[in-house]
């Protein structure tokens, strides 16, 4: 089949590495259904994809809610009458010790991260069997190795990691692919909407978004990881050495961990 008879949902897409997803599948034939929760910026995303000559669509959704996410596979199929990618990407970052953070935030990042993973699964899986298309989820480095003061963050991805991994297995007769894309840090406005202990966002990042690996980069590794039906990608040489070190020397991992989380402007352990 032509690529321009697939179509790929890519959820979280009105910024960052959603965003660019959207962009490299697009340019290169797809059809796209995008979801966010702004219908302003939902239209301004889908106003770059339309000048890029990207047949888009977009769907207002909570990547949270169920009832929101069996509306984003019903509208793909309505609109474009197939789902062959659904790209996992939806997500919201925090930053606070355990012990202040309010548990109402780490059930928002429960919901988003991992809920809404599932719940986009679940209505998308019966056209991608179909299809034996590709389920993407966008993890993290914390999928593998978690870090201090992103207690709900990393588990969240954990979790997705686990689901996946399980799910694969399920699939893995039926022509199905699933593949789970870890970036490590990268350069978007994940950190600049983390959630605080109370719930606000942190607004500025602690980090330095220029040394990191562009949005756009990690968009195109998922692409060709995704047309060559790869298992896992792990991103950026630091987020290599830290899954590596992890596996062998855990212990010895946690004591480097938080000397460098320590380091971030502002860490809650100063």
């Known amino acids: 089949m032509k690529l321009k008879d697939k179509v790929v949902i890519v959820t979280g897409a009105t910024s960052g590495i959603g965003e660019a997803c959207a962009l490299v ?3 290169e034939g797809y059809k796209v259904v995008i979801t966010g929760r702004s219908q302003v910026k939902l239209d301004n995303t889908l106003d770059i994809l339309r000048k890029e000559g990207v047949d888009a669509y977009g769907v207002l959704a909570d990547a949270g809610s169920e009832t929101d996410n069996k509306k984003i596979a019903e509208e793909a199929i309505k609109h474009f009458g197939r789902i062959d990618i659904l790209v996992n990407n939806a997500g919201i ?3 606070a010790l355990f012990e202040n953070l309010d548990m109402e935030v780490f059930r928002k990042v429960m919901d988003t ?5 599932v719940y986009a699964t679940k209505y998308c899986l019966p056209q991608i069997l179909t299809n034996k298309g590709s389920i993407v989820g966008v993890s993290s480095i914390n999928g593998y190795r978690g870090t201090p003061a992103r ?3 990393t588990a969240s991805k954990y979790a997705m990691n686990g689901f996946f991994e399980s799910l694969r297995t399920e699939v893995m007769k039926r022509g199905v692919h699933v593949l789970v894309a870890c970036p490590g840090f990268t350069a978007s406005n994940i950190r600049n909407n983390a959630l605080t202990a109370d719930g606000t966002v942190q607004g500025e990042s602690p980090r330095e978004e220029e040394k990191m690996m562009t949005s756009e980069e990690v ?3 998922i692409f060709q990881a995704t047309i060559k ?3 896992d990608i792990v991103l950026t040489r630091q987020g290599k050495l830290a899954v590596f070190l992890n596996k062998w020397m855990p212990g010895i991992m946690d004591g480097i961990v938080y000397k460098h989380m320590a380091k971030e402007k502002d860490s809650p352990f100063k």
């Open 25 to 27: 599948f697009g340019r």
């Open 93 to 95: 970052s925090m930053r």
């Open 113 to 117: 991260n991992f809920w809404g993973t």
């Open 151 to 153: 207690t709900a963050y």
């Open 219 to 221: 968009a195109q590794e």
């Open 229 to 231: 039906r790869k298992r």
